[in-house]
């Protein structure tokens, strides 16, 4: 018998040890048969490209950061913020939102729904970005700032600049930023000037073969500002001009950002400090002392519980919250989001909803920009609008934000897409609001949304032509790594 050639053979040898790990890690079927599918039809390429994109590498990391969490979350009991505005939610509370809460909280621990704060919804950069450089403008002692995107523009320079002074004055300046959406600022050195200030300037990569990390799939997404610990910010706004309607003809792209004071800035100010231990490798002890964690009275009316989500080695609190916020939902689910590739329970659960009367409503861009994101998601039109989802393409500009609202008294928002690399890909930052002033502001902001939106006819979608339908079917096959 004619020996296989030596290229043949190694194929051969590499394809069973990588599929072994595919079985091993991918217990979602449809990533574990596309992973299996590229490995062994495209020889050495479908290899590469399961070591840099689908192998599970994050362990070493994540059990990193277990252990800081643990030890925040130590402390944490001991703050005087902790218990005393918590809420119970083993018993039945009169609040609208609670039974929402009750359902997501699961998901979310350890962190918990706190009382006595206030938020404030920012739409696009126009309102963002002056709210935040006047928080950092009035800053006393510390200024930590967390983006996936820090561009070098115009946006990016005034940022910069600012920081730099503040950290003249003697103000601590943390600045985490990502280096696969920053890359362009990163190789570009764009942040030197403030570390020679007195800044301290970090960039997260879980791309790093010296620290046993070599997955470029994973992103860290948050977009966070904390300031003197008392004030924090979070959303999906990335300091880049493009959500400026100044530099944009007046059309920014849509976004949202939420501004919040009270007992739960504490819980993001943990998020904060377990990522900057991640990459810098500051001992979380040397990162709990008062100036980071000052006493937070009650100064709103609304409950907010911090929702991290990121390939974790306990579990998918993301996707949980997700899907617990909307088969909670009693009268009414009304979702906005840039890219919906969600997994399977998320559809089965709007599916759900609608059919037991729940009114269910998405409100996705009209055009996307990743076309192939855009056709992947129509491709989960035809079995939603056959259970009675109404679907809303909003026309331009493009809508970049993310919320969703169940009922007209709760809203979950942040940095989160309902896509398969939000869920369960990315680290993620959301928080959970009800009561107060925040929930009739966002329920018509949605509404705003949905007015500027075309609604998808089921019958005009079912007769595209059949071009158009192979081409979102075979986008939608890749919903794993999208």
């Known amino acids: 018998m004619t020996d296989l050639p030596l290229l043949g053979t190694l194929h051969i040898g590499v394809g069973i040890l990588l599929s072994l790990d595919v079985l091993l890690h991918k217990h979602r079927p449809v990533s574990a048969v596309l992973w299996l599918g590229i490995l062994w039809v495209v020889p050495y390429f479908g290899a590469a490209a399961y070591l840099i994109f689908g192998m599970d590498r994050v362990r070493r990391g994540a059990a990193a950061r277990q252990a800081a969490r643990a030890v925040l979350e130590r402390r944490a009991r001991l703050h005087p913020t902790f218990e005393p505005f918590a809420l119970d939610l083993s018993h039945e509370d009169p609040h609208p939102g609670h039974h929402i809460f009750r359902a997501t909280d699961p998901a979310v621990r350890p962190f918990r729904v706190l009382r006595g704060n206030r938020v404030e919804l920012l739409v696009d950069g126009d309102e963002f970005y002056p709210a935040v450089l006047s928080a950092i403008e009035g800053a006393r002692s510390s200024i930590h700032l967390q983006t996936f995107i820090f561009a070098r523009d115009r946006v990016g320079r005034m940022v ?37 200030a007195g800044g301290m300037v970090y960039s997260i990569s879980q791309a790093n073969p010296l620290k046993g990390r070599f997955q470029i799939n994973l992103r860290n997404h948050r977009k966070l500002a904390l300031i003197d610990g008392r004030v924090g910010f979070l959303g999906g706004i990335n300091f880049a001009e493009k959500n400026v309607s100044g530099y944009r003809n007046g059309a920014p792209d849509r976004d949202y950002q939420v501004r919040l004071e009270g007992p739960a800035v504490r819980d993001l100010q943990f998020q904060f400090l377990e990522d900057w231990h991640f990459a810098s490798g500051t001992p979380p002890d040397d990162m709990l002392g008062h100036e980071y964690f000052p006493e937070l009275p009650s100064v709103g009316d609304s409950l907010v519980q911090i929702v991290p989500g990121g390939p974790e080695l306990l579990g998918r609190g993301l996707a949980e919250a997700f899907f617990a916020a909307i088969v909670a939902a009693k009268d009414s689910v009304t979702i906005v989001t840039p890219y919906f590739v969600p997994d399977e329970s998320i559809i089965q659960g709007l599916q759900y909803a609608a059919q037991r009367g729940v009114g269910v409503r998405l409100v996705l861009p009209a055009r996307s920009n990743h076309w192939f994101t855009g056709f992947a998601a129509r491709a989960l039109y035809e079995p939603l609008l056959g259970k009675g989802v109404r679907i809303f393409e909003r026309r331009r500009p493009f809508m970049h934000a993310k919320a969703i609202v169940v009922d007209d008294v709760y809203a979950m928002l942040g940095s989160a897409n309902l896509d398969y690399r939000s869920l369960y890909l990315n680290f993620e930052l959301n928080i959970e609001v009800a009561g107060g002033s925040f929930l009739p502001r966002i329920v018509a902001q949605v509404d705003a949304e949905i007015a500027e939106s075309d609604e998808v006819s089921p019958d005009a979608h079912q007769a595209r032509p059949l071009p158009r339908k192979l081409a979102e079917n075979l986008c939608f096959l890749f919903q794993p790594v999208l």
């Open 160 to 196: 910069r600049q600012l920081l730099i002074e503040r950290a003249r004055d003697g103000v601590e300046v943390r600045l985490l930023y990502d280096r696969f959406g920053s890359s362009f600022a990163h190789f570009a050195r764009f942040f030197e000037p403030l570390r020679e």
